[in-house]
Every structure is written in structure tokens, then in C-alpha cells.
């Protein structure tokens, strides 16, 4: 398996446009979880879903952010209008027997 | 709830040296714990888990920990540092029959010098 996918790696992006984070999770996990890391604040959960349904999204920071889980391959995160502070790595996972698999991250700088 | 404290953001050691990396949890039912290691530009990577088998858990690149209920601890260690192991660990609970979220600690950074 090629493990979990996300895209792009990096991103740059001027201030008010739309960024949209793509993840591919592991065939066969039913979860998968939407992470952010800075340096600032550490690692965070934003988001997760079980079976294409969002069940906790406490950790969305504003309604800026956006998730969706379409089918059980795929997801996305989107940020409109993306700011400078939400420059970050932001991480997709997906879990199979009690362990979350990470992907490489998306790296995002908002000027 | 759960919660995790990592003691130390930061530990140095000698090449060749023991390696303690310190994690107290909180859990209100029997945890499952797990260490996880991020290499620079990497996601996470599972270096363990303990799922209630055996209280010593050994995982990967020769690191082990062992859960002690009385101390409510997960402590990671491994004999012999080598400069590879430089990266930044994490310790992550989460609660049998509870939520499906990890909680994670804020990290330990781990340099291993010459």
C-alpha cells in the first residue's frame, strides 16, 4: 500500500484565496483525521470522520475552514479566505486497528 | 478526559547513551497509548502502541515502553542512542470504548550528539 496520500506537498498562496488540501486515505481505514502543526500552538486535531461522516470537527478553528469526506477514498480541507495565520503543515490520517496512519503533509504559506 | 504531559521539550544526549523520554497520561478508563516519532519534514511515524497485551512494548528501530498503571506513566527508552534517532517524539492516548480520538503530547525533540 502506498500509504496516505495527500496534495499538494507545498503550497503558496496570497491572502484571501481559496486553498483546498486533498487527502487519499488508506484502502479499507474508516476513519481519517484532518491535523495541523505549528510551532506556535503544536499539533492539533481539526477534524475527523468515520465512514464519510464528520463526527467531531470541535477543533475547526473558524468557518473559514471546511472539510468533506465524499466517498472513502478521498477528502478534502479547504480554507477560504485563507489568512497569514494559517500558515502551517497540515496533516491527513487514517486509522486501522487502533493506529492512526500519517500522511507526508501539506505545507502551507499564506503571504 | 484524557490527557498527556511529556516531561522535557527538549533532551540531549551522548551518541552511544540511554535514551528516556518521559509520558504521563489521564484517563478515566484503561487507555491505549502509542509513541509516535516525526523525522524533520515528515509526518508521524508509529514507533509503538500498548493495547492492554503485555506491559512492556517493544517497537521499532529498538525503542520499547512500558505502561505502569500505578504510575500512570508510558515512559520510552531505548539502550543505545544513535544519531539517527534525532527527530521530535510524541506520546499519544486515547480511551478503550471512548472516543476515537488520539490526544497527543506536545512533543519531546530529541538531539543525539557525537
Known amino acids: 500500500d502506498a500509504g496516505v496520500i495527500q496534495s499538494p506537498r507545498h503550497e503558496v ?11 487519499k486515505p488508506i484502502s479499507g ?7 495541523r502543526q505549528t510551532m506556535m500552538r503544536g499539533l492539533e486535531l481539526l477534524i475527523y470522520f468515520n465512514n464519510n461522516v464528520p463526527i467531531d470537527d470541535s477543533g475547526m478553528p473558524e468557518d473559514r ?5 465524499p466517498n472513502a477514498s478521498f477528502s478534502t480541507l479547504k480554507i477560504q479566505p485563507s489568512e ?24 502551507l504559506l499564506v503571504l | ?46 514507533l ?3 493495547t492492554s497485551a503485555a506491559t512492556l512494548v517493544k517497537g521499532i528501530n529498538g525503542f520499547e515502553a512500558e505502561f505502569k ?12 542512542a544513535h544519531m539517527s534517532d534525532a527527530a521530535e ?7 478503550k470504548g471512548g472516543s476515537e480520538k488520539l490526544v497527543f503530547g506536545k512533543g519531546t525533540k530529541l538531539t543525539v550528539n557525537p
Open chain 1, 13 to 23: 498562496t496570497e491572502m484571501g484565496q481559496e486553498v483546498t488540501l486533498r487527502c
Open chain 1, 29 to 35: 481505514h474508516n476513519s481519517l483525521f484532518w491535523y
Open chain 1, 65 to 69: 475552514f471546511s472539510a468533506k469526506m
Open chain 1, 84 to 107: 497569514p495565520r494559517d500558515s502551517a503543515v497540515y496533516f491527513c490520517a487514517s486509522r486501522g486497528d487502533r493506529v492512526e496512519y500519517f500522511g507526508p503533509g501539506t505545507r
Open chain 2, 1 to 46: 478526559a484524557q490527557s498527556v504531559t511529556q516531561l522535557g521539550s527538549h533532551v540531549s544526549v551522548s551518541e552511544g547513551a540511554l535514551v528516556l523520554l518521559r509520558c504521563n497520561y489521564s484517563s478515566s478508563v484503561p487507555p491505549y497509548l502509542f509513541w509516535y516519532v516525526q523525522y524533520p519534514n515528515q509526518g508521524l511515524q508509529l
Open chain 2, 48 to 50: 509503538l502502541k500498548y
Open chain 2, 69 to 80: 498503571k500505578s504510575e500512570t506513566s508510558f515512559h520510552l527508552t531505548k539502550p543505545s
Open chain 2, 89 to 95: 517524539y510524541f506520546c499519544a492516548v486515547s480511551e
